[in-house]
């Protein structure tokens, strides 16, 4: 007589049938069957979602395996395009396109990526405990922009490019890259000039403490912050001791840096295109963690208006009123004395203070002190230091 053989799929029936008849406890049943209460209890409910297709003997290979082939050629070809973006990026994408399929996890994305050897390392640094920023926060459009100068690079052909930019604080919306030659007054005054009349005024202007933002003198006051202030727009400086940073327009530089700079276009005109490209693709189809994967476009709302005329400033009676020459100093008295030259062609007053102590005003600005009798220039009092 043959033996009888019995699959296991047909063992985890008669196991299941035994419990749910409830004649004997289910401690019994499992210790007859060779198994655990929990792998019972495991087989009923597989039982109750799938019926008998439940006890078949399941793959026991890593979950995600059984992903279609093409999400990950999709997911390639993305990359080739968007090399620095990560797995929740990707997914978002996808998601874009695919909006009513099933989609694999970030995880999963991310996974395939490290197994491509094309996913970024990504380093955590931990910043040090401190007070909380002096920074104007930004809880509206065109309340803080962020400015800068990107590193300078070459063209194909050698052209030497140091792209502006300029980015909205609130919605990181990128307003302008500009590829500009230098760092001049009057081509960033031209770029300024456009966003303002195009977008509105902001209230503050965060930037750091390079040419054409900060000086040496009063405030660190150039002639571009100066028109700035006299706009009604606040100056605020970079400064590690105010904990004032500039981190997220730094990261910005860090993608036009891997996405753009890396690969130059072979002219300047070229390159200008490139940038205009790369500039719509961040604002309109490049969503930020920081606003829930949503775009900045989505989030900015423009503000335009004509700007304010400019009016010289007027003092009161009783103090000296000099305009400073184009070499940034007064004449007072037959002698020379060094304000500074963010201030040519425009009027300081002078209120006396004691015998020949002056303090020196722009508007109702505090640039300093000056002794007619002994110095020869301008002495920064605390509060005009930035």
């Known amino acids: 007589m043959p033996w009888q053989k019995v699959s296991v799929e047909a063992q985890r029936l008669r196991l299941v049938l035994a419990i749910l008849s409830q004649r004997e406890p289910v401690t019994v049943v499992c210790r007859r069957f060779g198994v655990s209460r929990q792998t019972g209890y495991k087989y009923v409910g597989r039982f109750r979602r799938w019926g008998r297709r439940g006890l078949r003997e399941q793959s026991r290979g890593r979950k995600g395996q059984g992903w279609p082939v093409r999400w990950r050629r999709e997911l390639l070809r993305i990359r080739q395009r968007r090399s620095t973006w990560g797995g929740k990026k990707m997914r978002w994408l996808l998601r874009q396109r695919h909006p009513r399929w099933h989609l694999p996890a970030e995880r999963t994305l991310q996974r395939w990526l490290q197994q491509a050897g094309v996913a970024r390392l990504r380093v955590h640094k931990r910043h040090a405990l401190g007070p909380v920023g002096r920074g104007q926060v930004a809880r509206r459009s065109n309340q803080v922009w962020t400015a800068d100068h990107k590193g300078w690079f070459r063209t194909g052909r050698g052209q030497r490019i140091e792209p502006l930019t300029v980015r909205d604080l609130y919605s990181r919306y990128l307003l302008a890259v500009a590829p500009v030659a230098n760092t001049s007054y009057r081509e960033t005054r031209r770029i300024f000039s456009r966003l303002f009349s195009r977008l509105g005024l902001p209230k503050v202007i965060r930037c750091d403490r390079g040419s054409p933002f900060c000086g040496s003198g009063p405030h660190g006051l150039t002639r571009l912050s ?93 103090w000296l009123v000099h305009r400073v020459k184009i070499s940034g100093h007064i004449l007072v008295h037959r002698k020379l004395f060094g304000i500074g030259r963010a201030f040519a062609r425009l009027p300081v007053g002078l209120k006396p203070i004691a015998g020949p102590l002056h303090h020196v005003y722009f508007a109702g600005l505090l640039l300093g002190e000056l002794d007619l009798a002994r110095h020869h220039a301008i002495h920064l009092l605390p509060s005009t230091t930035s």
């Open 226 to 318: 100066l028109w700035w202030h006299r706009l009604g727009i606040r100056v605020e400086y970079v400064s590690r001791q105010r904990r004032v940073h500039n981190n997220g327009h730094e990261q910005m530089h860090q993608i036009l840096q891997e996405e753009v700079a890396s690969q130059p276009a072979p002219t300047r005109a070229a390159q200008h295109r490139v940038l205009r490209k790369w500039q719509h693709l961040y604002n309109y189809g490049r969503p930020h963690q920081a606003l829930r994967m949503q775009t900045p476009a989505s989030r900015y709302r423009s503000q335009p208006g004509p700007l304010p005329r400019l009016r010289l400033p007027r003092y009161p009676a009783g």
